[in-house]
């Protein structure tokens, strides 16, 4: 009896490990309120999950997300200031590229986020163009949130942009 509950469980025990399976995690549910004037769009950015646009001031945003695990494969430390380094970096190579400011705070619904502002000259429009970057981390994906446009069209903006930073709802 006992080298049969032995011979079983050592079955059991195989069959379990032969069978093991790997969890990836998918999206996490998330939302933005956008100011008066702001709609949803498409076509600014192929990555994003969200888009959204204001054809009147000519202002732009978007929000790409990626998860943590994956990025643990190519050993992200999971720093929120670090990533928004790189993600500055992305624009770097740009004509004219200038880090204007770069500030941590929290968000009024009690988010961290590390916000950089870059501007570059953008020679088919012959602009300077002024990006507003946002960085957002959950337990489990990190948030990229850019808005843009033209820079003295950004500026007129600023209230929106607040709006909008302070609006959305992560885990």
Known sequence: MKKLLLTLSIAISFTTFSFAQSTILGAET?????????????????????????SEK??????????????????FDRDINKYADLSVNDFS???????????????KSGKETVQKQISYY?????ATIQLQINIF?????????????????????????DYIVNNIQLP
């Open 30 to 54: 998330f939302s933005i309120n956008l100011p008066n004037g702001y709609t949803r769009t498409v076509g600014t950015n192929d990555l994003a999950s969200v888009q959204w646009e204001n």
């Open 58 to 75: 000519e202002t732009y945003g978007y929000i790409i997300f990626e998860n943590l695990d994956e990025l643990d494969l190519v050993e």
């Open 93 to 107: 190579d740009l004509n004219k590229y200038k880090l204007i400011e770069t500030k941590k705070f929290k968000t």
């Open 122 to 126: 953008n020679d088919e429009l012959d």
């Open 137 to 161: 981390m959950t337990k489990n994906f990190i948030y990229k949130m850019i808005s843009f446009g033209e820079k003295e069209i950004l500026k007129k903006s600023d209230k929106d942009l």
